[in-house]
């Protein structure tokens, strides 16, 4: 049995190696597509850390073989367990010399292109011994880099085991009274330069392990005199809270605190549940997912002045093998989510008036810790990076030009508007857009219309015309899902004079366990009721209801907000709008399927800004604009005074019930302590 196991162990192995041969695209890979709206103009700063490692220098050499850099540890790094990513292997940069500095630019036009507004370098020095200082002496050579940028001080002994045990030590790092003039006095010319990053106008610089700081008032106030006796200003000092600092910065004499994740960032591990290739494997593995959902609450914890920060990824395996720590199921959905809680944050409680979020890293590469892209996930992570910036541009000015056409074909007869309904179907995946259209009655009070990408599947297409009744089709760019498509239809519908409309759309929810059956109770109660021609006779009847769910379906707004990116979408909107929601209950409708009348959206539907901002489509699961207006469709019926009802069927009769789970925008900030102040 032993020997089967290590046959199938092995089997695996090779195919995850087959996997990361280069060429390899995982199905979230996206290509180079750069953000169509002005990211220069966001309310949030993106900072990332900067490891300038990749390049041959004499200690390295020394230590470690000519040539070493840390390529050498990245390409290396084997997969230790079954669904384990290694190696990280770099796409459109390549595996870079960061002696050349046409790297650094080209590193640089990249952060840039995607919303980053600076990198953090990590500064080597040792009683005043510089390490690793190259690339960033070049960075300040080369005024023509147009990138703002700070340091971090890495204050800790170069080991051999790369974290600062104080085992094998390679240059010893010595604290003392004697050595704080020194190094402001070393760090002066970065300081002064025009793009070095200031906090209430003072440079910033800040310190990965504080703790080790032997008086660290003393020394605070020392870089302070220092500091302004050689560049004219003080300084805004950050600590890192590493290795369990979670003081309050301002209790020794620096101005704020910095995240520095994976420290401090609770998580489950889920190390049992791997299936390891070798009985050596002896790492901890981790849940990535969980690091965003616990941040909201961790980030509330503290009352000082803090910087958030992400990871789009962590594994050191290239370092340490099989004792290295994996935290396992990141992706660009899990990072979109905590990033979103960052942003969220950064923006609600800004550090002396700058909102800053910094992200871990720009290039750790032997800590699978990068936005540069790589063989398997291309520009994904950087353009969820950017994406998350949208709700946070300062002006509306159009992202894609008007985008949604009138219907360029049609099967069947002209339809002309002599019916008060409007059937919308988004099709999407051809088996339940089948499924839909064969249950659409012969007969029905209504007209239907198809929405579609401007690239349809052919089977999509073909689907309709085998189903051969008369049909309107509209073809929309491939963003906001089925929402950006049915905002477009529905302006048109309400100019041809429909009242009514009912949404329908072929939904797989492949991230549900339950997804066929949570579809099949969506659109039940819609069939049924075109079947009896209920809808618009309802609506005719009760003139205090706007909107139409499926009975079970209707959510509180406060309990299922979900993302911190839908938070904030709807307060953009809502500025957008001229609107002040701050106290209304509303409830919304879950899913997407739902009946209405035309003129409950026109807001929406009549604003050209709103289409346009719609993201790239990357299959994320929550905080997207799509997701945000599944819950601002139910808002606008709150402000409009009306009513959203239920719908369902019994013995194949469609019942309405009117729905009562309601909660607000005003509700649902307060139960952020971060928020509640504002």
């Not at 207006?629 to 369902?648: A, H, Q, V």
């Not at 069927?649 to 909660?663: D, F, I, M």
Request: charged share 25%.
């Amino acid at each position: 049995m032993n020997e089967l196991r290590k046959a199938i162990a092995g089997e695996e192995y090779l195919k995850q190696l087959k996997e990361s041969r280069r060429g390899y695209r995982d199905s979230n890979y996206f290509p180079e597509k750069l953000p169509n709206f002005q990211t220069g103009n966001s309310q949030v700063d993106l900072l990332a850390y900067y490891l300038p490692q990749f390049h041959p220098f004499p200690e390295n050499d020394e230590w470690w073989g000519k040539g070493f850099t840390e390529w050498t540890n990245v390409t290396r790094a084997r997969p230790q367990f079954v669904g384990h990513y290694q190696p990280h292997l770099p796409s459109d940069l390549g595996f870079y010399d960061l002696r050349h500095e046409d790297t650094i630019g080209q590193q640089i036009n990249l952060a840039k292109s995607y919303g980053l507004s600076g990198f953090i370098f990590y500064y080597y020095w040792f009683e005043g011994r510089r390490v690793l200082e190259r690339p960033l002496d070049t960075f300040l050579k080369r005024k023509d880099f147009d990138f703002k940028f700070s340091l971090c001080w890495a204050n800790e002994n170069w080991t051999r085991r790369w974290d600062g045990d104080e085992h094998e030590i390679l240059l010893k790092q010595s604290h003392g009274p004697e050595n704080d003039r020194a190094f402001i006095q070393d760090i002066s010319e970065f300081l002064k330069d025009h793009r070095y990053i200031h906090i209430d106008g003072r440079p910033v610089l800040s310190v990965y392990r504080v703790g080790l700081l032997p008086d660290i008032e003393e020394t605070a106030a020392c870089w302070r005199r220092t500091a302004k006796e050689i560049i004219g200003k003080d300084l805004f000092l950050i600590n890192a809270m590493t290795f369990g600092e979670e003081r309050d910065p301002r209790s020794f004499g620096f101005d704020a605190a910095m995240q520095f994740p994976p420290h401090g960032i609770p998580t489950h591990s889920i190390t049992h549940q791997v299936k390891a290739f070798s009985e050596d494997y002896n790492g901890p593995v981790w849940d990535y997912e969980l690091c965003g959902a616990n941040s909201r609450e961790l980030l509330a914890k503290y009352d000082f002045p803090l910087i958030p920060a992400v990871f789009p990824s962590w594994d050191n395996t290239a370092r340490r093998g099989e004792n290295g720590s994996v935290y396992l199921g990141s992706s660009p959905d899990t990072y979109s989510k905590w990033i979103a809680e960052a942003a969220s944050h950064a923006f609600a409680k800004p550090v002396h008036g700058n909102s800053f979020v910094i992200i871990n890293a720009w290039n750790e590469w032997a800590e699978g810790a990068h936005l540069e892209p790589d063989q398997k996930f291309g520009h994904a992570f950087l353009r969820s990076s950017a994406d998350i910036l949208r709700p946070y541009v300062k002006d509306t000015r159009l992202a894609y030009p008007e985008d949604f056409h009138e219907p360029t074909a049609s099967i069947g007869s002209p339809l002309p508007s002599k019916q008060k309904t409007a059937i919308v179907v988004h099709a999407h995946y051809v088996q339940p857009l089948i499924d839909i259209l064969k249950q659409i009655p012969d007969t029905i009070q209504g007209d239907v219309f198809v929405t579609l990408s401007s690239e349809p599947d052919p089977e999509v297409l073909s689907a309709i015309a085998t189903w051969g009744k008369d049909t309107n089709l509209l073809f929309f760019p491939n963003r906001g899902r089925d929402v950006r498509p049915f905002l477009g239809a529905l302006k048109i519908i309400r100019s041809r004079g429909y009242d009514y409309f009912i949404k329908l759309h072929t939904k797989k929810s492949v991230h549900r366990n339950d997804g066929d059956e949570w579809n099949l109770e969506l659109t039940r109660p819609f069939l049924a009721a075109l079947r009896d021609g209920s809808i618009g006779r309802y609506l005719d009847e009760n003139q205090d209801v706007d909107l139409i769910g499926p009975a079970g379906h209707i959510l509180n707004g406060l309990e299922f907000m979900g993302s911190a990116g839908n938070f904030r979408w709807i307060e953009k909107l809502c500025e957008h709008l001229n609107i002040e929601p701050a106290h209304e209950e509303f409830s919304f409708i879950a899913g997407n399927m739902f009946a209405g009348r035309t003129e409950l959206l026109r807001p929406l539907t009549d604003d050209p800004w709103i289409p346009s901002m719609f993201e790239e489509e990357m299959y994320r699961r929550d905080g997207t604009l799509a997701h945000a207006l599944e819950r601002m469709f139910g808002l606008l019926c709150t402000l409009r005074g009306k009513e959203i009802t239920g719908i369902t069927t019994k013995n194949g009769h469609v019942e309405y019930h009117r729905a009562s789970s309601k909660a607000s925008i005003y509700q649902y900030a307060q139960k952020q302590p971060w928020r509640a102040a504002g």
